[in-house]
């Protein structure tokens, strides 16, 4: 079946740097993706999502950037701090035909990001 | 997210026992969902409900049943627990607009079965 998948387990950043985390792909009927943030005995936070028609997307220090061609989906967090270590997962759905839209999100297994001070 | 409340938040059982874990959201979504998560398989879906009146199976909703007893309210039952339950269970609910689904999930019930 369709999955998604990250390009690397673990992350490990300086304080201060910037930090991307990687995702690829494989349904080409994907058309919405999100990425959540999990800290340790926490629940997934919704961090940021885009849509197909767009390229990139940007939020308070993070920017979602899409690549269709490739399928390939990053998330880039500018000048990392302590508190932005966590797994990172993304999510992909399809609208599908349906017309009942969009339920089911497919997510990656996660990439582990460890800051260092 | 505090909007999306689970109790209890642990709970360690025996083989065999009936277990219910419930979720409550004030975030006035229709959708509610229930999934586990286990290490090195990610988030799995187990039921997800569009609405008071309806229900669906997930991707491994054996050994599972649910119940949506409001709109906000949305409970996740073990009939008869075994060993392999024992994960992070976590509810979600789902904002829907313009054909696509933003999930939000609650902080998550670890349960252990003996």
New interface residues.
Partial sequence: GESVGLHLPTLSVQEGDNSIINCAYSNSASDYFIWYKQESGKGPQFIIDIRSNMDKRQGQRVTVLLNKTVKHLSLQIAATQPGDSAVYFCAENSSGDSGAGSYQLTFGKGTKLSVIP | ?AD?TQTPRNRITKTGKRIMLECSQTKGHD?MYWYRQDP????R?IY?S?DVKDINK?EISDGYSVSRQAQAKFSLSLESAIPNQTALY?CAT?K?AG??????????TRLTVL
Avoid: A, S
């Fill in positions: 997210d999306v959708r090195g398989l990610g988030l879906l997800y569009f997930g976590f789902g829907y054909g696509f689904d933003t999930q939000y999930f609650g902080p998550g």
